[in-house]
Structure formats: structure tokens, C-alpha cells
């Protein structure tokens, strides 16, 4: 039978939470508190398996309440049970040592499942924060300029269309075929979303591509 704490200051919630715990048979609700000093005389007299806390307790700040707790009952896991979903509390609260973070609007079986997952010595985040983190930790991509996209024969060859050569005169200057000119062209411009060489001269200006040679 794993042993659950509750810390929250409002009885109607903690009654709440109490009786959809007690109908787990692995799950005991084995003390209630409504402050961060209570709850931290409870976590050392009763050494749970798992202590329910709320970051805005009575006169008080469940995140400053984390490191106590842990101390007090040092095997317990700690699960965040809040209405805040912000990406901020989360770090606090990961950081102070919790296991776990569930929003008070999250459904009931989500509570269990997450208890259950700390239990089994898992981190639980509400999914919608756990996209949040996520998209923050992994590595931002720079965006890439399409023209940096091309090779450098389509760039060389864009350029000179743009600066007014014909294509027999690119391929003198580049000593490719014409057709080898034209197929480079092609090319770039699809890749570019260009359909002329006006939008090709606006491109590069656009893009200060076009210097006095």
C-alpha cells in the first residue's frame, strides 16, 4: 500500500482528493495539512510514500515548502498539484526536487496515472508542459535563406541573369553550354518561387545580392 500526504489549504479540495485516492487499493491517504509548517510535521511523523502539495498554500509557498519536505521525509516523492501552468513554476518546482506536476483542471485518472508513474520513480509532467519544456530544450534550427539554399553555379548563374547578360553571354564567362546555363537558371528560380527575371532583379535587390562590378 503506497501512503499518500496531502498539503492544500482548501478542506473541500483535500476532502475531494482524499476520497478519489482512498477508492485506489493501492492507494492510502494517510494525513492531510493546509500549511507548509503542518506539512512538514506531518512528512517527518508519518513518513509517506508520496506527498500531494500545492504551490499557494496558507501564508505561504509550496515551492519553498519542496526542499523542506524532502528532508523531512527524504524517501517520499513529491507531486505538484496546482492551478498554475506556467512554464516558470514548473522549473521552480523540478529544480526545488519535485517528481512530479499536475494541474488541478488535469481529470481525475490523470492524477492517478501520474502518482502511480512518480511511484514507480518516473517524472510526471502534464503533457501540454511537457511540450513546453521540450520546445525550449531542444536545439533552434536558423532559419535558412533560400538563396543559400542554391549551389553555387545556380547563384553564380542568377546573378549574372539578373545583372542583364544573355544566356550565350553566361556561358562565355562561365564556360558552360547554354543549355547548361539554361538548366541552372531553371533551377534556381524554382527553387527561389520565381517565375521572371523582373522578380529575379527584385530578389537580389531585395536581398543587397546586386554590387557595382
Known amino acids: 500500500m503506497n501512503t499518500i500526504l496531502l498539503v492544500d489549504d482548501h ?12 477508492t485506489q487499493p493501492d492507494l492510502h491517504v494517510i494525513g492531510e495539512a ?8 506531518q512528512a517527518s511523523t ?38 498554475h501552468d506556467d512554464e516558470g513554476y514548473v522549473r521552480q518546482a523540478l529544480a526545488a526536487g519535485a517528481h512530479g506536476y499536475v494541474l488541478k483542471r488535469a481529470a481525475d485518472a490523470e492524477l492517478i496515472a501520474a502518482i502511480r508513474a512518480v511511484l514507480r ?35 553564380e548563374v542568377l546573378l549574372l541573369v539578373a545583372r542583364g547578360y544573355t544566356g550565350a553571354e553566361i556561358a562565355t564567362q562561365l564556360s558552360l553550354s547554354p543549355k547548361t546555363v539554361e538548366t541552372y537558371r531553371t533551377r534556381g528560380m524554382e527553387k527561389l518561387g520565381l ?12 536581398h543587397h545580392l546586386l554590387t557595382p562590378t
Open 121 to 155: 520513480g518516473e517524472l510526471y509532467l502534464h503533457p501540454a508542459l511537457t511540450r513546453q519544456l521540450l520546445e525550449d530544450l531542444l536545439p533552434h534550427t536558423p532559419s535558412v535563406s533560400p538563396w543559400e539554399g542554391l549551389s553555387d553555379r545556380e547563384r
Open 34 to 41: 493546509e500549511d507548509t509548517r503542518t506539512a512538514i510535521i
Open 11 to 22: 478542506a473541500v479540495l483535500r476532502a475531494g482528493l482524499r476520497l478519489l485516492l482512498d
Open 46 to 83: 508519518l513518513q509517506p510514500n508520496l506527498i500531494l502539495l500545492d504551490l499557494s498554500l496558507m501564508n505561504s509557498s509550496g515551492l519553498i515548502a519542496i526542499p523542506a519536505l524532502r528532508s523531512a521525509a527524504p524517501q517520499a516523492y513529491i507531486v505538484v498539484l496546482t492551478m
Open 195 to 206: 517565375r521572371s527575371r523582373a522578380a529575379l532583379v527584385q530578389f537580389a535587390l531585395d
